[in-house]
């Protein structure tokens, strides 16, 4: 988006620059033509070199005899620049000549030397005329020369045949400069709403999911990235939303089925001890451990659901105490080794370090790590066993727990720490409640760990958790 933002504020400020870069190059290119000029014989001179010729010829005059003569020199220059000479005596008439034009008058009176001296123009002559005097014996004399270009004489001597036509130069050049600007802005203008259009059918589209993405390119290309973004962000999400929903009316399912099951064994064996016939005390026994066994299961199952929602919304307190964290794990080990359900399972125990102080919370880490051990221990078989790792360096901690079970596909460990997602191997303890490992994953994660799974089917799962030290 910004970037596209830059790129519209770019081709503003390019249309801008470039009409005032064309201005910029007319004015100099006229200013040029009209400051210089060209000589007879092809070369470029500013366009004041006929008046600076004018004061310096000056020299070129001398008086032989009280008679007006030029010397070779100044004949030179006439004869290379192709400039007509008069040498007018103090009366206004003609005493000396050289390359006169035929327009030229043999004399003049002083009104016509002044229009002379202010236009420089002979009627009908192509030349430009300058008037220079020198004084000889108290007497100035005066001297035209008549240059074969047109000069016009304003406060600048500029180009005459350019500056007359300049001004209609200049304002056909500024009305297409203001043209070109008008019809770019327009142009662009159009281009823009159009874009802009189209962005927002894009937008529309993506709303209603039924957007497709459009190879386009130009200022605006970054844009279009982030909404082809943005759909497969929404579409990723789409689907996510989906496939959780489809979990958790899954898991739904099985939950209430789960709540059922063991209430279904509750009910008749309470309906049993209702009725009047005498019961031995073995049977009052094994009817009372049945319903005990399904109600703590039904706790279980309860306060799984509330865990979830507390840890979900942050809702649990951190109780962190520091504890040797090797001789925590050994007595977690010992203890579900302990449990007749267990006690011929092999958990291998292997870590180079004596003691590892850490500061955790003892009843959410106990929870975490029965949940990984049990979950192998149920999802496994009677030969599955167990290694537990510890790992330990300057920065972090690492505990991996790992088993040689029947292992998982790549979509079942991506499902794996999802709440409600149950696996698929769980006929050995269809009561799971599919949060374990989503509990799991919050204690770590509420520690500041990490935890990740790798399986392989048929080789086995290994959880890898990491603790920093820092």
């Known amino acids: ?33 009209l400051v210089t000029t060209k000589t007879s014989k092809g070369s470029i001179v500013k366009s004041d070199w006929p008046i600076s010729f004018t004061e310096d010829f000056r020299s070129q005059i001398i008086f032989v005899d009280d008679t007006a003569k030029v010397k070779q020199s100044g004949i030179e220059l006439l004869y290379e620049n192709d400039i ?28 016509e030397l002044l229009y002379l001296s202010q236009t420089g123009q002979i009627k009908g ?5 300058f008037i220079g005097t020198i004084n000889h014996l108290m007497n100035d004399y005066f001297y035209i020369l008549h240059f074969p270009m047109k000069i016009t004489k304003v406060t600048m001597h500029l180009n005459g045949e350019k500056f007359t036509g300049g001004k209609t130069i200049v304002l056909l050049i500024v009305g297409i400069l203001f043209t070109v600007v008008l019809l770019s802005g327009i142009a662009y203008g159009f ?14 589209e993506i709303a209603a999911r039924s957007y497709h993405p459009l190879p386009i390119g130009g200022a605006f290309r970054d844009l279009y990235n982030s909404l082809d973004t943005l759909d497969k962000e929404i ?21 209430t089925h789960d709540l059922k099951t063991p ?7 309470a309906e049993i001890l209702q009725d009047n016939d005498t019961k031995t005390k073995e049977q009052l026994e094994r009817y009372a451990r049945v319903i005990l066994k399904n109600a703590a299961y039904m706790e279980a199952l309860i306060n799984d659901l509330k865990l979830t929602y507390q840890l979900e919304n942050d809702m649990l307190p951190l109780n962190r105490q520091e504890d040797n964290l090797i001789r925590f794990l050994k007595e977690l080990v010992i203890d579900i080794l302990n449990n007749p359900e267990f006690e011929n399972r092999t958990i291998h125990f292997q870590t180079a370090a004596d003691k590892i102080i850490y500061s955790f919370d003892h009843m959410l880490l106990s929870r975490a790590f029965h949940n990984l051990i049990i979950n192998a221990f149920v999802h496994g078989d009677e030969n599955t066993e167990i290694l537990l790792l510890v790992l330990v360096s300057d920065t972090s901690i690492q505990i991996d727990v790992s088993d040689n079970g029947k292992g998982m596909t790549g979509e079942e460990t991506a499902l794996l720490f999802q709440r409600y997602y149950r696996g698929t191997n769980t006929e050995h303890k269809p009561e799971g409640t599919g949060l374990g490992l989503a509990i799991t994953k919050s204690i770590v994660e509420l520690h500041g760990g990490t935890i990740s799974v790798s399986s392989i089917p048929g080789v086995g799962t290994n959880f890898s958790i990491h603790f920093s030290l820092n």
Do not use: C
């Not at 103090?90 to 390359?99: A, D, H, K, L, W």
């Not at 002559?125 to 005329?129: G, H, L, Q, V």
């Open 84 to 111: 007509g000479l008069q040498i007018l005596a103090p009366s206004g008439v003609e005493i000396f000549n050289y390359q006169k034009p035929e327009q030229a008058e043999d004399s003049y009176s002083n009104a």
């Open 235 to 255: 579409k990723a999400s789409d689907r996510l939303r989906e496939q959780t929903e489809k979990i958790r009316e899954e898991w739904i399912t099985n939950i």
């Open 125 to 129: 002559s192509e030349t430009t005329s």
């Open 1 to 33: 988006m910004r970037k596209s933002g830059y790129r519209t504020i770019y081709h503003i400020y390019l249309i801008f620059f470039l009409s005032l870069l064309g201005v910029l190059i007319t004015a100099i290119v006229l200013f040029y033509s």
């Open 263 to 269: 209430l279904s064994p509750i009910k008749g064996y």
């Open 191 to 204: 281009w823009t709403v159009q874009t802009m259009t189209r962005l927002t059918g894009s937008i529309r």
